[in-house]
């Protein structure tokens, strides 16, 4: 005979499993937001579990050590900036010139740390306090969202669209520092996101560009 199936579509098991894993989504949510807002060393899980409505013990059921739950959140953050650049770029048709591709991922990277992702913001602003054991990990995956501002840069520079005085390394460091620091300093009752993206794509567009006006100032040497 075949075994007949739950009238509600599931089993107990399975219900209790999707139930753990709505709990464990619930409680990154929280810990995402309490690691935003308080930082590294005022992320109390006391904080996480009032905000995921679940008792503090409950939290070492889905997680071995505060350490844990932090590291994930900010390898999730990492992953989810990195998804949300790529789809974008992956979006433009293919006559979508290099440049403005930087300028997409500008775009993109803004609108992932500043609306999209607790996560993401709370990984970018807490990467640097992290301790060293944690750190390892959130560098691993900020190095893959690096390669991919690092190609969007070269290809640029290779297609010509780049002003040629540019030192590539320094401007994508100078570029990603200042979206960076974004998550710091933006007070969406001072100034709407698009006006935001819109003034740092203006500084992209016209402060890499290969038609940018040429450099006239007189040079002091570096001691």
Known sequence: MPKQRSLHGEGPAR?????????????????AKVLNRNGYVGTRLSDIAE?????APALY?????????IEEVVTLGMARALTHVSESLDALPPETSKL??????????????LRLSDYASAAIRN????PPELRQRQLAEQRTYGEV?????????AAGELHPELDLRSARMIVLGGLNWATE????????LPSVIHTAQLLARHGLARNAAPDTTTRVPCT
């Open 149 to 157: 501002w690092r190609r969007l840069f070269e290809e640029a520079d």
């Open 61 to 69: 059921y889905y997680f071995a050590s505060r350490e844990d739950l």
């Open 15 to 31: 219900a209790e499993s999707s139930k753990s894993a709505r709990t464990r989504e619930r409680i990154l949510d929280a810990a």
């Open 51 to 55: 905000l995921a409505h679940v008792q």
């Open 127 to 130: 990467g640097p306090q992290l």
């Open 185 to 192: 300093w933006w007070d969406p009752s001072r100034g709407s």
């Open 100 to 113: 403005e591709r930087i300028c997409v991922a500008v775009g993109a990277h803004l609108e992932v740390v």
